[in-house]
């Protein structure tokens, strides 16, 4: 049986949203056109993949799926990724990890810690919370623990990351007294706790119960730092 060739994906369909653009511009500007045609493709296939991975699981995403929405052959997600798991971490890598390099290459703080930490905390949950970035976050927590690979990666990618920022800055806030509790700073997951329970309820029980994460993250940071104080 003749093997159909793959069809170029047009531009416009790698443009088609937002993740399309983000992911092409990953990758730099090609050198040739049948570089920008491998580009257009590859981004196709992770925004693909995207798409499948949310609304199907992990576990259920089949590579024909993924290469019927991208628009191309199987055997031409080959020649980008050599299984899931690795197009898994590349979707990862695209999407969230510059998120996370942006928010935790914050200048040093010329206010206090606090500002520091809201400011983090705020953008987190403006890019995630309702966004494709939080239904790929809900997605690792649900399907992390059958596959320890794709948790190990996205742990080391993001959260380890996320975890050396926090400390320093809750070190620094000891430092200038700002946080009197020490021990804070041997779990600083208590400081973008709210964070994680704002991405997690928002696919739960937003609808039983919206939560207000901004509010609910000013209420945690006035435990932490004390409340603000009014002129």
């Known amino acids: 049986m003749t093997k159909k060739p793959d069809k170029a994906v047009p531009p416009s369909q790698a443009r ?55 628009g191309v052959a199987k055997g031409t997600i080959y020649l980008h990724f050599k299984d899931k798991e690795s197009m898994f971490e590349e979707l990862v890598r695209t999407v969230i990890v510059p998120v996370v390099t942006r928010l935790t290459k ?49 742990y080391r990618e993001v959260v380890s990351r996320g975890i050396a920022a926090m400390r320093a800055l809750i070190e620094l806030g000891i430092a200038r007294g700002e946080i009197r509790q020490k021990d804070l700073a041997r779990y600083p997951q208590i400081l973008v706790a709210p964070a994680m329970i704002a991405v997690i309820w928002q696919s739960l029980f937003a609808r039983h119960a919206p939560l207000d994460a901004q509010e609910m993250l000013r209420v945690h940071l006035d435990l932490i730092f004390g409340e603000r104080r009014t002129t």
Do not use: K
Request: no cysteine.
């Open 16 to 70: 088609t949203s937002e993740w399309g653009q983000a992911l092409e511009a990953s990758g730099g500007a090609p050198a040739s056109n049948r570089a920008t045609r491998a580009a257009q493709r590859r981004a196709a296939i992770v925004e693909a993949a995207m798409e499948e991975f949310i609304s199907r699981g992990f576990a259920a995403t089949r590579l024909d799926d993924i290469a019927r929405r991208a």
């Open 106 to 154: 914050l200048p040093p703080p010329t206010g206090s810690v606090r500002d520091l930490v809201e400011s983090f905390a705020s953008n987190f949950l403006a890019e995630v919370i309702n966004t494709r970035r939080g239904d790929l976050v809900r997605l690792i927590v649900a399907e992390g623990p059958r596959f320890p690979s794709v948790a190990d990666f996205y």
